[in-house]
């Protein structure tokens, strides 16, 4: 592997790899080794990248997304810092403004891990916890512009919303930029003003969603007005015919409340 020279406010290295396995698999065993809180791991193509959904493959074409896992180090997992996938999400939305202003109040984040423009996925975030180490992996799409099969119409990037091309060496500095507003909002005390700043992008907020709870085959669908995100995350929905909201903490939340097809 070779060490990216890059700002990382973490202060620890950001390590690169054409192609491996999956970042979040090096990145458990840079923990193993020791490796330093804040300690990055990137890579130009995955063999076997994956969602938070296992069944669920990440699909990125070599030097056209940004794939990367960040290991953060806490003393036990109660340390670990509340809704962190959405904080991440915000932090991620933030950075993709950063790194492309013509789209600013395009970008939103939906719950639990996922990041839209407009319409469409872009980007894909997996938290995973080992004991205190907290490994966040986030994939971009930055420069793929044609997407294949069930995607075409539900996955998008960074390139084809700004309506430019991006050059492969342009993935660090939005690496840079999204490391940037990962410390500021999980290190910083600007980072306990998160659930605030989300909720003004929050994907659908006051709008009627469909919303299946648990397991995505669970059946138990729910039909309402998505109202918000509570303290630690959940998903606040006020069904049909209700006037108090229902959080949730696990589930799917689908596109529209007609809709049978869900994001993925």
Partial sequence: MTILKIHNPFNAPVYHEEILSSTMEISRSLAAEGAAHGTVIT??????????????????EEEKGLLFT????????????????????????????DFAPSLLGTVTVKWPNDIMIGSKKAVGILCEADGGNLHIGIGINVAQKDFSGVLKEKAGSIAAAAGRDIAPAD????????????????????GKTWKSRLEKRLYKKG??????????????????????????????IVPDGETQALSFITGELMTGYNNKNMLH
């Avoid at 890579?43 to 969602?51: N, P, S, V, W």
């Avoid at 960040?70 to 403004?97: C, F, H, K, S, W």
């Avoid at 993935?171 to 600007?190: D, H, I, P, V």
């Avoid at 007005?225 to 509570?230: A, D, P």
């Fill in 43 to 60: 890579a130009d193509f995955q063999t076997t990248g994956r969602g938070r959904i296992r069944s669920r493959v990440w699909e990125a």
């Fill in 171 to 190: 993935r660090f500095l939005l690496l840079e930029k999204t490391l940037a507003r990962l410390y500021t909002e999980l290190e910083t005390e600007k």
């Fill in 70 to 97: 960040i290991m953060l180090r806490y003393p036990d997992i109660q340390n670990i810092p509340a809704a962190v996938t959405l904080r991440t999400g915000l932090a991620v939305a933030l950075a993709i403004e």
């Fill in 207 to 236: 709008e009627q969603v469909a919303f299946i709870e648990g397991a995505a085959d669970s059946g138990k669908k729910i039909t309402g007005c998505l109202s918000g995100i509570g303290e630690g995350g959940e998903l606040l």
